[in-house]
């Protein structure tokens, strides 16, 4: 009697009648035939068909699978099955029946729950904070097995519409020495993309530091990456405004190209600092001479001096006087 694996025995019926008693363990279309203990067929038509329908629903025996029922990515759909069955263990897809969702968490969310056929029905959702949630199923007001479910909802890729740079080096730095700042990963919600991986990002950060049209080396630090923070690092090619362009995903986070910051010189390179004009090879006692002072660094940039210069006369024949010169900065 396949798909019924049932079993049918005699039972007690009235003078003239034989009762058959039939106990179906699987939902379906079965071909009942009645047969005398020779095999012939006691009945003119030989044979009935009987749907076998499935029993009420057993949520105990109800399940959900899918990845959904314990993970899911901020802003992209979520769906995991709901598989109704009865006592016997075959889809319960007869009857009234009430299958129903609801998500509890960092965010509101509501679950589309949609009859698939066969006893199964889609659990769908979308949440746009990431954190703990909880998943609770029920068939006509009951929870299914293992319901609620923990759901870990997690960040989206990194955006550049959620990314944003903070420190130092986008304020001041000094020319060929390191300057640093900190690209902070989101997603498009602001969630922290603590689950990007080192390679992800290299593959989705550009960062671009030039200066008087030239390119500054530029290096990334994936330390904190656990913490959604990448660690950047530039040498400042020359003294000047510097553009420091950011871009996530071919696209430039918000306020790039930042181009504020000032790159302040190297420090003072004696041998690279002159004086103007040159002194005079005589001078003459009561007289005072004017000389300029132009510190720069080993670049050639100018440098800004916290003091004026030494001045120092070294007297021929011996002896060593040192004039104390009126300094002015400039």
């Known amino acids: ?35 005398d203990e020779s095999g012939r067929a006691v009945l003119s038509n030989e044979a009935h068909e009987v749907r076998i329908f499935s029993g009420p629903a057993d949520v105990s025996a109800s399940t959900v699978t899918g990845i959904a029922a314990s993970e899911c990515v901020c802003g992209e759909p979520a769906t995991c099955v709901l598989d109704v069955r009865d006592s016997m263990g075959s889809p319960c897809d007869y009857g009234d029946l009430s299958a129903a969702a609801r998500l509890f968490g960092p965010s509101p969310a509501e679950p589309i729950v949609v009859p698939a056929g066969d006893g199964k029905y889609t659990v769908s959702y979308a949440v746009s904070v990431a954190g703990v949630y909880e998943l609770h199923v029920t068939v006509n007001g009951r929870a299914v097995a293992r319901s609620p479910f923990s759901v870990t909802a997690l960040a ?49 950060l550009s ?19 656990s913490a959604g923070a990448v660690g950047v690092t530039f040498t400042p090619p020359c003294a000047g405004y510097c553009e420091v362009a950011v871009r996530v995903g071919g696209s430039p986070i918000r306020g790039s190209p930042f181009s504020t910051l000032i790159v302040l010189p190297g420090a003072l390179s004696p041998a690279d600092s002159l004086v103007h004009p040159p002194p005079t090879a005589q001078l003459t006692c009561g007289e005072s001479q004017r000389l300029l002072f ?3 660094d080993a670049r050639g940039n100018l440098c800004a001096l916290s003091e004026g210069p030494t001045v120092v006369l070294e007297r021929a024949g011996g002896g060593v006087g040192i004039s ?3 300094r002015r900065r400039k």
Do not use: W, Y
Not at 168 to 192: C, K, M, Y
């Open 294 to 296: 132009v510190g720069r």
């Open 324 to 326: 104390p010169a009126r």
């Open 156 to 204: 989206g890729a990194p955006s550049a519409a959620g990314c944003f740079v903070e420190g130092e080096g986008l304020q001041s730095a000094r020319v060929d020495q390191e300057a640093t700042f900190t690209l902070q990963l989101r997603d498009r919600f602001g969630n922290v993309c603590s689950t990007c991986s080192a390679a992800e990002a290299k593959k989705l």
């Open 1 to 35: 009697a396949a798909p019924a694996d049932g079993a049918g025995r005699k039972g007690d019926g009235a003078a003239g009648s034989l009762a058959l008693h039939i106990e179906a363990k699987r939902q379906g279309v079965c071909t009942i035939r009645v047969m």
């Open 207 to 225: 960062v671009d530091v030039s200066a008087n049209g030239q390119t500054a080396p530029v290096r990334l630090s994936f330390a904190s990456l």
